[in-house]
């Protein structure tokens, strides 16, 4: 089985010298909870995490005979360019592949950097890495008409949400939420706190019972 782990870093490809004994892989879903009166406990998924990799590689300071082809005996070198990477805050690819399952290859973050130097070894260096997948923030653009052209420019958020008339005003219903609530005027359930804020008689969040009367601050 071929079994290769490459980084690639600006136009540089860093091929790893010894290939990790294993590669961890976590996602987590973000769940909310909820007391609903009448229905007991309610669970929200949210939203999923980036994916999470870490593994523990040997880097060799000198040529031995289990390194892989074509990779650097420096251990230093590969140690630079973890620690240039997560000092600039920039993504590089992270690239797994042994010719059976899917292969990985994404962007990702160097969350962490651990370097272990063990007696009798001097030299060789033993590196944990934390990779967290990269995922930038998106902008959204909106076509507005000039005197000369159509122009393409940067849309900026509303200062109130137009879906939200002034005092309005939500009456619970069996199986309302306030995550619920929030999410059909605003379109984003975590907007609940405004809602919060907006109603003194909310004494706790995860308890609202049918008949109570919320405004609806826009």
Known sequence: MSYSVYFKYGSKKYKLPVNPEEIKRSRELNIETYQVLEEGQVSIPSYCSLEEYSFEAEFPSQDVNYMEPGAEADADYYEKMFRKAQKNKKPIRFIASNDISDD???????????????????????????????????????????????????????????????????????????????????????????????????????????????????
């Open 104 to 218: 990985i290859s994404v962007k990702v973050l160097v969350k962490s950097v651990e370097v272990v130097e063990k007696a009798g070894e001097e030299g060789d260096k033993y590196i944990s890495l934390t990779l967290l997948e990269y995922k930038g923030a998106g902008k959204r653009y909106v076509a507005i008409q000039t005197p000369d052209a159509t122009v393409k420019q940067e849309e900026t958020p509303l200062a109130e949400n137009p879906a939200v008339a002034a005092n309005k005003t939500h009456t619970v219903q069996s199986g309302d939420t306030l995550w619920g609530i929030a999410k059909k005027y605003y379109g984003n359930g975590s907007q609940y706190q405004k809602i919060v804020s907006a109603n003194p008689s909310i004494k706790n969040p995860n308890l609202i019972y049918p008949g109570q009367v919320f405004t609806i601050p826009s």
